[in-house]
């Protein structure tokens, strides 16, 4: 796969510490959100879920894996090579400790197992249900990285799919974002659950201190426009959540969380 240049660029050690070293209030009201939701779903049943540009972010995944089976599997698909190697530091290595440069070249470091017990401790009291506990130990047992594209996903293949600040980061084009939306709705197998968030209202977000990527500026109608467009997406929830926190700063204004069900 010919991998975009600012995949390459992306500094997962920057952007996770900034992102993920604390626990955000749009965070918790997602984790918020997503726990409800999955608490009224079957538990531990699915065989197999997917993140889709997981980047190193893996609490969507956590959350998820209160659904997965004991001998299911959560592929985290990601194309960009510093966020394979944060995740494959995370999942695979003994110290956990990914090495990275940041885009002056400086060399870096973070504990990649560090940034999750919080968000582990958060899922198990929001989800009050034995299947949240655990999600992070959980998640680095049934979690394997994978690389891959949201535009090449295999049709109806997973139980449920979630994707986090993803279409709208990869184009300032909004339609190929609905696009990348379309083909992440279309990866779950029909019955199934999608969980999309999606930054509301940004003209750029920053990979690091330095380089910053355009994106598709959305409003909510927009949101809201993209999923009524897609046939197979049924009973889809949009809310926004209101961003106060430094996540990016140009015209930011919160996320939207989607979720709903793929139909046949
Ligand atoms: C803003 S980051 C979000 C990362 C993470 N999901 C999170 O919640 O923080 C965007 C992610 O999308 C990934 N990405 C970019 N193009 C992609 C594509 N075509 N398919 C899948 N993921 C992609 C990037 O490599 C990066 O990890």
Redesign the pocket.
């Known amino acids: 796969m010919e991998l ?1 240049k ?2 390459a660029e ?1 500094d ?1 050690v920057e ?2 510490k900034r ?2 070293g604390h626990i955000m209030a749009e965070d918790r009201t997602i984790i918020h959100h997503m726990a409800h939701h999955i608490r009224r779903m079957p538990m531990r049943r699915a065989e197999r879920v997917a ?7 893996l ?2 995944a956590m959350l998820m894996s209160a659904l997965v089976a004991d001998e299911g599997s959560i592929d985290l ?4 090579e ?2 394979l190697q944060f995740l494959e530091t995370l999942l695979y290595t003994q110290t956990g400790i990914y090495y990275g440069r940041d885009s002056d070249g400086r060399e870096q470091s973070i504990d990649t197992r560090a940034l999750w017990p919080k968000f582990s401790n958060l899922i198990t009291i929001t989800g009050r249900h034995v299947a949240f506990t655990n999600t992070y130990l959980r998640t680095r047992l049934l979690a394997d990285c994978i690389p ?5 996903l295999p049709e109806k293949h997973y139980d449920h799919a979630s ?4 279409a709208e ?2 184009t300032d084009d909004e339609a190929e974002c609905a696009l ?1 939306i379309r083909s992440l709705v279309s990866c779950v197998r029909p019955g199934g659950t999608f969980f999309v ?1 999606m ?1 509301v209202g940004n003209e750029d ?1 920053p ?1 690091d201190e330095i380089v910053r ?1 355009p994106v598709a500026r959305l409003t909510m109608p927009d949101v809201r426009q993209m999923f009524d467009d897609i046939p197979e997406a049924y009973r889809t929830d949009i809310r926004f959540i209101s961003g106060p926190t430094n996540r990016t700063r140009s015209g930011y204004s919160g996320m939207a969380l989607a979720i709903g069900t793929r139909t046949p």
């Open positions: 975009p600012r995949q992306f997962p952007y996770a992102n993920y993140d889709v540009g997981t980047g190193p972010n609490y969507p698909i990601e194309p960009g510093p966020s891959g594209d949201i535009f090449e994707s986090f600040f993803v980061t990869i990348a968030g930054m977000w990979a990527f």
